[in-house]
């Protein structure tokens, strides 16, 4: 039940506000429980494995986690590989708890075998689940946390940046809106140069000002202002835009998933 319960906090994009953790969760076993037959009763039971929960990342403890992971890991550079070539990603210094929580999963392999879940072209794509059996347990070893926003005005939805998602906001109260990330959830911005009028339609249409000098970046290779203030942006593309391209031009279902896997893994860089 505890794994299930995971399930629905967890593998969706825009989950529910998380609920909080139990003292330990638990795994079964591998080895097997040998049986007396004279009296029924179990011998050498295996012990199960605890995970205690002050080795779990937690709403309560994510910020101290996360800042004393980054101060002792100080990488920058990601690799996401794919069966379309590479993605190199800086990660920026500006947003450290995300920069933190995306090491510490690529670290621990959590995107290993993990899938391009959520493709639109012309936008983006998204990453960082999966189908996978295990990956309730890789979640439960980790912990069920939401990473604090870490929104900076200079950090815009250009074309390659990466951010994580956030919950879904059903509602636009200030006093309500939620802007912490999913843990696990990221993506990149694929969509290419805006024109003005476009812009100015999406000004209009989200009650949004998008500045003169974001506009000019947007004219010059793309993005997503809309995304603006509303989810963080951590990092860009350095190279490999052109397999981002690749991928989202997959054909997908009608819920914008890839009829074929699209898995990744990710390496540490420097």
């Given at each position: 039940?505890k794994?299930?319960?995971?399930?629905?906090?967890?593998?969706?994009?825009?989950?529910?506000?998380n609920?909080?953790?139990?003292?330990y969760?638990?795994?079964?076993?591998?080895?097997?429980?040998?049986?007396?037959?004279?009296?029924?009763?179990?011998?050498?039971?295996?012990?199960?494995?605890?995970?205690?929960?002050n080795?779990?990342?937690?709403?309560?403890?994510?910020?101290?986690?996360l800042?004393?992971?980054?101060?002792?890991?100080?990488?920058?550079?990601?690799?996401?590989?794919?069966?379309?070539?590479?993605?190199?990603?800086?990660?920026y210094?500006?947003t450290?708890?995300?920069?933190?929580?995306?090491?510490?999963l690529?670290?621990?392999?959590?995107?290993?075998?993990?899938?391009?879940?959520?493709?639109?072209?012309?936008?983006?794509?998204?990453?960082?689940?999966?189908?996978?059996?295990?990956?309730?347990?890789?979640?439960?070893?980790?912990?069920?946390?939401?990473?604090?926003?870490?929104?900076?005005?200079?950090?815009?939805?250009?074309?390659?940046a990466?951010?994580?998602?956030?919950?879904?906001?059903?509602?636009?109260?200030?006093?309500?809106?939620?802007l912490?990330?999913?843990?696990?959830?990221?993506?990149?911005?694929?969509?290419?140069?805006?024109?003005?009028?476009?812009?100015?339609?999406i000004?209009i249409?989200?009650?949004?000002?998008?500045?003169?000098?974001?506009?000019?970046?947007?004219?010059?290779?793309?993005?997503?202002?809309?995304?603006?203030?509303?989810?963080?942006?951590?990092?860009?593309v350095?190279?490999?835009?052109?397999?981002?391209?690749?991928?989202s031009?997959?054909?997908?279902?009608?819920?914008?998933?890839?009829?074929?896997?699209?898995?990744l893994?990710?390496?540490?860089?420097?």
């Open positions: 039940m794994y299930i319960f995971l399930f629905l906090s967890l593998i969706f994009l825009f989950s529910c506000d609920q909080p953790p139990k003292d969760y638990t795994e079964k076993s591998s080895n097997p429980v040998k049986i007396d037959t004279n009296s029924n009763k179990a011998i050498n039971k295996a012990p199960k494995k605890v995970i205690k929960k080795n779990l990342l937690t709403n309560q403890n994510v910020k101290k986690k800042t004393d992971f980054g101060i002792k890991n100080k990488e920058e550079k990601i690799l996401i590989r794919t069966e379309f070539g590479d993605i190199k990603i800086r990660l210094k500006n450290p708890l995300h920069r933190a929580n995306f090491l510490l690529a670290k621990s392999n959590f995107f290993d075998s993990t899938i391009f879940y959520r493709v639109i072209r012309n936008f983006m794509i998204q990453g960082g689940n999966s189908d996978s059996n295990n990956m309730l347990q890789k979640m439960a070893k980790i912990g069920l946390y939401r990473v604090p926003p870490e929104i900076n005005s200079k950090n815009i939805h250009k074309r390659g990466l951010a994580m998602a956030v919950q879904e906001q059903y509602y636009k109260d200030p006093t309500k809106i939620n912490s990330s999913s843990p696990y959830n990221f993506y990149i911005i694929q969509k290419g140069p805006l024109s003005d009028t476009y812009m100015d339609k000004e249409k989200y009650n949004i000002t998008i500045p003169e000098s974001n506009r000019k970046i947007y004219r010059k290779i793309g993005g997503s202002p809309h995304l603006d203030n509303e989810y963080t942006v951590f990092g860009e350095i190279s490999g835009l052109s397999v981002v391209d690749k991928i031009k997959q054909i997908t279902n009608g819920k914008n998933r890839p009829l074929k896997n699209i898995y893994s990710v390496e540490v860089l420097d």
